[in-house]
């Protein structure tokens, strides 16, 4: 095996260490730590993973969780109701609903009804608009993380050619919106690209958001490129990512999975808590006039 090995636990240490002195600073401030709620619709093997990786993040820094459990057969006005709640509640800086929903439940509501400001997904229209501007807002966990494990180990970006394999809302799309913030030349492929290979051997930079194991094979990647596998898929009841292992021995530097982009994606979480929780916070002390992220 060449490649340098991309670990995601010290990144997410660095930024959980702060993010822990900065909850310290708030409940001296504030008297109370802010709160995160995560809601779900039912049991999904997919959520409920993800939910117990938030658990074990949010204990590891002293940070209240709120579990939000909502029925199989809540309707869309019931949904509504329930974030409207949360929206509302000073306690609660931030809302990550888990996908999937039940069927009655659009995957987008979500989007539509959490505040912008407790958003700490970056899934709705303004936050992502923000990103699109390239102005400051709360950003998907995961593509902010596999950013914040690029600068980490000082991977060069700007005037890199980046290839982002996938182009979903979540992952995808915002990853090679913060690649082009970062300066690197940035190609998007997805399931209808044509001569995929062609592409990613050009790639000094690799990241593959597609959730199908393999998909990446040594004779796609460039030698010496650095290789980001966002993907996480079940294969004979072991974690796998998107990569093929023996990219290994062609990339300069990969991240593992597990123990790569997605312990990094949890402590992002928590920093867009925080972030979320300040910027509420400027607003209240502004008598309210900030009604968005980023707004004076
Ligand atoms: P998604 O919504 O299913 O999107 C997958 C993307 O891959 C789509 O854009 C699709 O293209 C593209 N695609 C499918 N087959 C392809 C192929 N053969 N070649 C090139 N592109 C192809 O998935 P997602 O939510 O972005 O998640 C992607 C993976 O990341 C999953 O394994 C998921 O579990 C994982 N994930 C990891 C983290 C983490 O923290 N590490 C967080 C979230 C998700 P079309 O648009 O044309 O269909």
């Known amino acids: ?23 310290a600073e708030l409940i001296t401030r504030h008297g109370r730590s802010p709160e995160l709620a995560v809601v779900r619709c039912g049991d999904a093997p997919d959520a409920l993973a993800y939910l117990k990786a938030i658990r074990r993040s949010c204990r590891s820094v002293e940070l209240p969780l709120r579990e939000v ?38 995957p987008a509501l979500p989007a539509e009804t959490v505040a912008p400001l407790k958003d700490v997904d970056g899934i709705t229209i303004v936050n992502a608009g923000r990103l699109f501007a390239g102005l400051e807002t ?12 690029l600068r980490h180990y000082d991977i060069p970006l700007a005037g890199q050619r980046a290839v982002v394999l996938g182009r979903s809302l979540v992952v995808g799309r915002p990853m090679a919106l913060l690649l082009l913030g970062a300066d690197a030349t940035v190609t998007i492929a ?45 294969r004979d009841g072991t974690i796998v990512g998107d990569v093929d292992p023996a990219v290994a021995e062609v990339a300069g530097a990969l991240t593992p999975v597990p123990g790569g982009t997605g312990v990094v994606t949890n402590a992002i979480l928590i920093n867009n808590l925080l972030k979320a929780a300040r910027w509420q916070q400027e ?10 992220v980023g707004e004076e």
């Open 138 to 149: 709360l950003l998907p966990s995961t593509p902010a993380g596999g950013l914040a494990i």
């Open 1 to 23: 095996m060449g490649a340098m090995l991309l670990e995601g636990k010290p990144v997410a240490r660095d930024i959980l260490a702060h993010a822990r002195d900065e909850i």
């Open 69 to 106: 459990e909502l029925s199989t057969t809540t309707s869309p006005v019931e949904f509504r109701g329930a974030i409207a709640q949360l929206n509302h509640d000073p306690a609660v800086a931030g809302i990550l609903v888990l996908q999937p929903l039940p069927p009655q439940l659009s």
């Open 283 to 292: 607003r209240t002390a502004a008598g309210g006039a900030r009604t968005t």
């Open 190 to 234: 997805h399931s209808r690209s044509r001569d995929l290979t062609a592409l990613t051997c050009g790639a000094d930079i690799l990241l593959a958001a597609v959730g199908r194991p393999g998909t990446i094979r040594p004779e796609m990647v460039k030698p010496g490129a650095t290789v980001i596998d966002f993907g996480v898929s079940l």
